[in-house]
C-alpha cells in the first residue's frame, strides 16, 4: 500500500482507497503556502505569476480535498442538500465525490440551479438563500481559494464582513477609534445597501474578474438561476445567499468605496490613520459607516455614493439610511454608539443595542417555551451555549449591566420552569434539590442551577464573562501574508485566553493552541473535541495532561486511524515492553510510557 505522506498534492492525483487515511496535515500546508504565492504575487504587481498559481490551484488535488472536507464536514449547512437532494455525510461518500470530480475540468461544468429556502430577517421580513447542489458547492470552495488571497491583497483596510480572521468586533472597535472623544468627526452616515446580494450587476462582477482562469464558471453560477416552490427562475443580477463563493463576489464588487468618496490615509508606511480633513469609513458586508466633520459633509454622501451605487446597480434602503449625530447614537452590528455627557467632557460608550437584547430575551424566552416540562439537564445543556454566544460577543464592550439584567431574567424563567415540574412541592425543596455550589470552585455562587443527576452540568451565568477589549486587526493585515503568520498566532492564543470556560484555556494552552493531528490554529469555524491522549481501554483518565482540544473531524479521523492502523502497531509494542520488564500499565511509569507512545503517533502509515 502506497504510504500517505507520499500523496501527490498536485494535479495529477492517484485513487484514494481510504477517506480515513489523508494526510490532513500536507494537505493544509500545500493549500495555505500556495494562497501566501498568489497573495505575494498580487503585492508585487506580478499579474502573469497571480494567474499561474491560480490555475495551480484551481487544477490543485489537495484543494479539491479540502474543499471536499470543508463543504461535507465543517460548514454547518454539510447537511442541505441542494435541488438534486444529494448530500455526502460518510466517509464513503466523500471518497465517492473525490474519484468522481477529479475526473473533471472547472471550466466544463454545468451548475444547477440552486435552492430557495427562506429564513426569517430582524425586521420580520424573510431573507431569501440559494443553495447550491453538493458538487457546486465544492467546486465554489475550489474556486475562492484560488480568487481571496488575490483580493485579500487589494480590499481596503475598513472593510471586515466575510473576510477571513476579520469579524464584528473588528469594525466597532475601529468605529471607536475614528469617534472618540478626541475626534473631530462627529456626524455619522449610517448606510445600508437595499437587497445588496440580489441586485448586484453581473456585468461589473466580470469586469472585476479579468483575467481569472475561472472567471466564465463564476458567470455560469450566476447566471444558474433558483428553483422556488418547485418553478424555475433566471436570475439577471444578484450573487444568491447561500452559495460560498457569493460572500466574496460581494464583496469584489463593494470593493473601492474609499476611492469613491475620497477617503485618505497617511503615508507612513502601514498605519490606517486618516488624513486631516478626510471622513472615516467602516464597512461590513452590506452594512457601511461614513464619519464626517461637519453635517454638510455627512449629507453630501448621498450624492458622493450616487456613481458608486449606479456602477453596481445598487441603491440605499431608505429605512436604514439617514445622518445622526454622535451625542444621539445610532445602532451597527448589534451594538449601539454614542457620546455621553461626563464631568470629564463628552466620552464615547458602546453597549448593545437595544434591539439586539431584545432578541437575545427572545432566544432565551423561545428555549423555555420548547423545553417546558423536560428535565432540567436538557434545559441547561441548551441554554449554556446561547448564553456564552451572546456574552462573548458583547463582551469586548460595555455589557456588565446587560449581563446581570439577562441573568435576572433566565432566574425568572427558571423558577417558573422549574415550579411547573415539581408544582406540589415548596421552594425550599426545589432549592435543595437543583441549585449546588460551583463544582469546579471557581465561582463563590453557592446557587447555580445544577443538573440533580450530574454534579458537573451547570447553568452559566452572563454576568461570569470578564469585558475584554478586542484589539483590532491592523490595517490591511492578513492571514494570506507569509509575513504575518506570528502576528496571527498571537491573535489567536489571545482568544482562547479570554475565552470563559476555563477547561478550554487549559487544554488550548497545552496543545499550543494548534490541533495535534491537522497542526492548523483551534480558532476558526469548526467545532472542538475533547479526546483522551491515552485512550482509556489503557488507562488513560480525565487528567489535564491526557486531554486535549481537536477539531471535531480530525478527532474522528484520529480515533478511526488509531484503531484501524497505529493503535494495533502501538499497543502491541507497549504489551510486549511491559511483559519484558514487568511493568504495570496502571503504574505512574507505565502511564508515561503509553503516553509518550502515543504523542509521537504520525497519523499516517509507515
Not at 472 to 498: H, M, T
Request: with cysteine; hydrophobic share 35%; net charge positive.
Amino acid at each position: 500500500m502506497k504510504t500517505i505522506n507520499k500523496f501527490n498534492t498536485s494535479a495529477v492525483s492517484p485513487h484514494i482507497d481510504s477517506w480515513s487515511l489523508i494526510d490532513w496535515k500536507n494537505i493544509y500546508e500545500y493549500v495555505k503556502k500556495l494562497r501566501q504565492r498568489i497573495f505575494r504575487a498580487e503585492q508585487l504587481g506580478q499579474k502573469r505569476k497571480v494567474r499561474k498559481l491560480q490555475r495551480l490551484m484551481i487544477i490543485s488535488n489537495a484543494n479539491l480535498l479540502l474543499s471536499i472536507k470543508r463543504v461535507t464536514q465543517i460548514n454547518k449547512g454539510k447537511k442541505t442538500a441542494g435541488v438534486d437532494g444529494q448530500i455526502a455525510i460518510t466517509s464513503s461518500d466523500r471518497l465517492r465525490l473525490y474519484n468522481l470530480l477529479k475526473k473533471y475540468s472547472i471550466k466544463y461544468i454545468r451548475p444547477k440551479p440552486a435552492k430557495r429556502v427562506y429564513i426569517p430577517k430582524k425586521n420580520g421580513k424573510m431573507r431569501p438563500l440559494g443553495i447550491p447542489v453538493i458538487k457546486d458547492r465544492i467546486y465554489q470552495n475550489i474556486v475562492k481559494n484560488a480568487l481571496e488571497p488575490q483580493w485579500e491583497a487589494k480590499f481596503g483596510p475598513s472593510s471586515y464582513g466575510f473576510r477571513p480572521k476579520r469579524r464584528a468586533q473588528d469594525a466597532i472597535v475601529n468605529l471607536f477609534t475614528k469617534l472618540s472623544s478626541r475626534s473631530t468627526r462627529k456626524w455619522v452616515f449610517e448606510g445600508d445597501f437595499k437587497g445588496c446580494f440580489d441586485n448586484l450587476n453581473h456585468q461589473y462582477i466580470m469586469d472585476c474578474l479579468t483575467g481569472f482562469p475561472a472567471k466564465e464558471t463564476i458567470y455560469k453560477w450566476l447566471k444558474a438561476g433558483y428553483v422556488d416552490n418547485n418553478s424555475f427562475n433566471d436570475t439577471h443580477s444578484g450573487t444568491p445567499q447561500g452559495g460560498l463563493v457569493s460572500p466574496l463576489l460581494a464583496n469584489i464588487a463593494l470593493h473601492g468605496m474609499e476611492n469613491e468618496i475620497g477617503i485618505r490615509y497617511h503615508m507612513d508606511g502601514g498605519s490606517n490613520t486618516l488624513a486631516r480633513n478626510s471622513a472615516g469609513l467602516v464597512i461590513y458586508a452590506d452594512d457601511f459607516v461614513v464619519v464626517c466633520k461637519t453635517e454638510e459633509d455627512a449629507i453630501n454622501m448621498y450624492q458622493k455614493l450616487k456613481p458608486y451605487l449606479n456602477k453596481r446597480g445598487l441603491t440605499l434602503a431608505d429605512d436604514k439610511t439617514k445622518v445622526t449625530h454622535i451625542s444621539e447614537g445610532f445602532d451597527f452590528l448589534g451594538f449601539n454608539l454614542r457620546q455621553y455627557k461626563t464631568n470629564n467632557g463628552m466620552h464615547l460608550l458602546i453597549k448593545p443595542s437595544n434591539t439586539s437584547v431584545k432578541k437575545a430575551r427572545e432566544t432565551i424566552k423561545n428555549v423555555f417555551i420548547q423545553l417546558r416540562g423536560r428535565p432540567v439537564g436538557d434545559l441547561i445543556k441548551k441554554l449554556n451555549p446561547i448564553i456564552r454566544g451572546i456574552g462573548n460577543y458583547w463582551s469586548s464592550q460595555v455589557a456588565k449591566k446587560i449581563f446581570g439584567k439577562l441573568d435576572s431574567y433566565i432566574w425568572i424563567k427558571t423558577r417558573k420552569h422549574l415550579k411547573s415540574l415539581h408544582h406540589n412541592k415548596p421552594f425550599k425543596w426545589i432549592f435543595k434539590k437543583y441549585f449546588k455550589a460551583d463544582y469546579t470552585g471557581v465561582s463563590k455562587d453557592k446557587w447555580i442551577l445544577t443538573d440533580p443527576h450530574d454534579r458537573k452540568t451547570q447553568l452559566f451565568k452572563m454576568s461570569w464573562i470578564p469585558i475584554v477589549r478586542h484589539a483590532v486587526v491592523k490595517y490591511r493585515n492578513s492571514p494570506d501574508d507569509g509575513s504575518l503568520i506570528e502576528y496571527f498566532e498571537k491573535r489567536d492564543k489571545k482568544d482562547f485566553i479570554n475565552d470563559n470556560i476555563s477547561s478550554r484555556r487549559k487544554l488550548a494552552k497545552l496543545s499550543n493552541y494548534k490541533c495535534r493531528v491537522c497542526k492548523q490554529s483551534l480558532v476558526g469555524e469548526e467545532s472542538l473535541n475533547i479526546n483522551q491522549v491515552v485512550p482509556h481501554k489503557l488507562g488513560g483518565d480525565e487528567r489535564y495532561d491526557n486531554l486535549e482540544l481537536l477539531h471535531k473531524s480530525c478527532h474522528k479521523y484520529h480515533h478511526i486511524l488509531l484503531e484501524k492502523y497505529g493503535g494495533g502497531k502501538e499497543l502491541s509494542k507497549i504489551v510486549t515492553y511491559f511483559k519484558n520488564n514487568q511493568i504495570e500499565p496502571n503504574s505512574k511509569e507505565g502511564y508515561q510510557l503509553i503516553k509518550k507512545a502515543f504523542k509521537k503517533f504520525k497519523y499516517q502509515l509507515v
